[in-house]
């Protein structure tokens, strides 16, 4: 099983910036992409970032520009930096690996619980 912890979410002015990382451990064996999807109230999950094996990214058109992911391959880490807030972008973030354990040949999807992320105007 793969293990994803969300951290770094909090409250924010609009216009401000928060940066949210996520690790994922257990018994990994690789980790192909990575992203982060985020969730507002009475609203479908929506993906924010993701970032591939190479560092190939991409963004939601709401967020790009304004948003920026990476990972570490060496530490099995996803960052998004998020800056020039905006309250529409309130929202339970959630951290996603596409990853094969050491036990299996199967690429699977993990999820984290999520972290919340409030901008206020």
């Known amino acids: 099983q793969v293990q994803l912890v969300e951290s770094g979410g909090g409250l924010v002015q609009a216009g401000g910036s928060l940066r949210v990382s996520c690790a994922a451990s257990?018994?990994?064996?690789?980790?192909?992409?990575m992203g982060w999807y985020r969730q507002a109230p009475g609203k479908q999950r929506e993906l924010v970032a993701s970032?591939?094996?190479?560092?190939?990214?991409n963004y939601a058109d709401s967020v790009k520009g304004r948003f920026t992911i990476s990972r570490d391959n060496a530490k099995n880490t996803v960052a998004l930096q998020m800056n020039s807030l905006k309250p529409e972008d309130t929202a339970v973030y959630y951290c996603n690996a596409a990853a094969v354990l050491t036990t299996a040949l199967k690429l699977n999807d993990y999820w984290g619980r999520g972290t919340q992320v409030t901008v206020s105007s």
């Open positions: 970032i591939n094996s190479v560092g190939r990214t």
């Open positions: 257990g018994s990994i064996f690789s980790i192909n992409a």
